[in-house]
């Protein structure tokens, strides 16, 4: 789906007009003429209001163009496990399990590897070896990556 096609099917499914969706997101109708004809796309700003307005990602409002995975667990996302800020906005770089209320619940990645392995790992996806993914992926995801750097250089 693309841009287009998502903002109307979003607008229907709420029972607005192009006009009452103007007026919420603080453009003219003609804007939203434009957005749904594929002439324009909304701007960086808009597409947050929109997001909050129809309670999706912003992924979502541009036709899913990326695979979105948890930059601290690696879970791939949808609209259902993106984290939320605390004033009820989507935060794409996470899932909800990872950032809740405006915090990080894994400080430390061998405890999350730990995590992980336990309640992933089975018969087709042994513990070692799911252990052995985590220890090679986890630590070249942004929240990680940002961390290693903030603390590398008191080692
Ligand atoms: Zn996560």
């Known amino acids: 789906m693309q841009t287009k096609d998502v903002i109307i099917k979003m607008r229907t499914q709420k029972g607005m007009t192009q006009e009452e969706l103007a007026k919420k997101v603080f453009v003219t109708r003609q804007a939203v003429s434009r957005w749904e004809s594929g002439e324009t796309t909304p701007n960086t700003e808009t597409l947050k209001l929109l997001s909050n307005l129809f309670d999706v990602s912003i992924n979502t409002l541009l036709g899913s163009p990326y695979k979105l995975i948890c930059q601290c667990c690696g879970m791939p996302l949808d609209d259902t496990s993106i984290s939320r800020e605390p004033d009820g906005s989507f935060n794409e770089e996470y899932c909800k399990w990872c950032y809740t209320d405006g915090k990080f619940i894994y400080t430390n990645l061998g405890q999350l590897v730990d995590f992980l392995t336990e309640h992933t790992s089975n018969e087709q996806w042994p513990a070692d070896k799911a252990r052995a993914f985590y220890e090679k ?16 250089r008191r080692n």
């Open 137 to 152: 992926e986890l630590p070249g995801l942004n929240y990680w990556k940002k961390k290693e750097s903030a603390s590398g």
